[in-house]
């Protein structure tokens, strides 16, 4: 089956196989986004079911494959190739679905989502998929960051590591406060500093429902009596922090209308041993560095898969790598910078040892305060 939408300003078509499973969930966990079939797209992605035996060129290490006009990047449930030729990113991804019934269904009890692969699918497209993608156009790049729309209209972003307490402050700002979602975890600016939305499904985890029974409620709506089941029992076993489901944002949060969204305030959040909240201004080049970090570590697979696509290219001494970490790294940052020029940019320094619903409610105190 094939799919048209309008994502991160890419015209992009999706290219499916014949799982009716797979193309439900596709299609709901895509709802959100503007259907485009009238334009020529930018990028194709292609989810083949047989993985892509790749027997020409350079393959160093054994989980790279270098390919004419891109690389291919193997790893254990599946492969990725990404071929950039002629203005349109080609990307192939190969996913190993469970076939036997019986297996996927003890697999979706053990895993800590209580999902399967094809519920999924639209987490494993934006985070193996339709992030990296942006790589491979200088004039975009990613902010590790929730993103909403105040009631006064302003678009704020909550930057930071992993589990420094964005989707917390999220699910408060959304819930009870009247802010429309935009993104959970990656945000997608241009270098207008303009925000494309991510509707990829927030994922919400144990500690976020602490203390926070609406939200608690609205996750174990309707799932059956095993998915809670495994949830206690992830949690018992395993702590806080690793149990999670996925929420549909269209149904438990507000949506705005548009394509993109000039954002406001970018608030970067960092936990440390101290006794109180502390705000700062900082510069565009800070801020920009400060996340630039963070998304080197996030997809630090990725950007080994290009030094070694280097590698190979100069290898093999016939043609220059599509893409290159030096170039990439020095355009996301002077894209950030401009970007974020005419943003307010923040530094937030929160207590460790704090109650969470104090933490949250400070924290989102702060950013009302300075949006």
């Known amino acids: 089956m094939k799919y048209y939408f309008r994502i991160f300003n890419q015209n992009i078509e999706f290219c499916l196989p014949d799982n009716d499973e797979l193309n439900r969930n596709f299609l709901q966990q895509f709802s959100l986004y503007q259907p485009e079939e009238n334009n020529i797209p930018s ?16 393959r160093n290490p054994s989980i790279h494959n270098d390919l004419k006009n891109g690389f291919n990047m193997v790893a254990r449930d599946g492969n990725v190739s990404f071929e950039h030729e002629n203005g349109i990113l080609h990307i192939t991804a190969y996913i190993r679905f469970e076939k036997l019934s019986i297996i996927k269904f003890l697999k979706k ?8 692969k094809e519920e999924k699918i639209g987490q494993i497209i934006f985070e193996r ?8 156009f200088p004039e975009y790049f990613p902010i590790h960051s929730s993103a909403f729309l105040s009631p006064n209209n302003k678009i704020a972003l909550i930057g930071g590591t992993g589990g420094v307490g964005k989707t917390s402050a999220e699910i408060e700002l959304c819930l009870n406060r009247n802010y429309k979602f935009l993104c959970d975890d990656i945000a997608i600016l241009d270098s207008k500093g303009d925000l494309f939305p991510n509707y990829a499904f927030p994922k919400i985890y144990g500690y976020n429902l602490v203390e926070n029974i609406r939200m608690k409620n609205l996750i174990f709506r309707n799932r059956s009596f095993i998915d809670k089941l495994s ?37 970067t959040l960092v936990r440390e041993f101290r006794s109180d909240f502390k705000t700062t201004n900082i510069s565009s080049e800070t801020a920009t560095q400060l996340n630039l970090n963070v998304i080197r570590t996030e997809y630090a697979q990725f950007f080994n898969h290009i030094y070694w696509h280097m590698f190979n290219k100069k290898a093999e001494g016939r043609s220059l790598p599509v893409i290159n970490n030096e170039a990439l790294f020095l355009q996301m940052n002077q894209t950030s910078i401009k970007a974020l020029e005419n943003v307010n ?3 937030i320094k929160a207590p460790i040892q704090i109650n969470h619903q104090e933490f949250v409610q400070e924290l989102c105190d702060i950013i009302e305060k300075n949006l």
Request: hydrophobic fraction near 45%; charged fraction near 15%.
């Open 43 to 58: 990028i194709i992605i292609d989810l083949i079911d047989k993985p892509v035996n790749v027997v020409t060129g350079m």
């Open 109 to 116: 009890v053990l895993n800590w989502e209580y999902t399967s």
């Open 129 to 136: 998929l339709l992030v990296p993608a942006t790589f491979f």
């Open 231 to 267: 949830w206690r029992l992830h949690q018992s076993i395993f702590g806080l922090a690793k149990v999670r489901r996925k929420i549909d944002p269209s149904i438990t949060y507000s949506i705005p209308q548009g394509e993109k969204f000039l954002v406001n305030s970018f608030f």
């Open 345 to 347: 940019c923040y530094l």
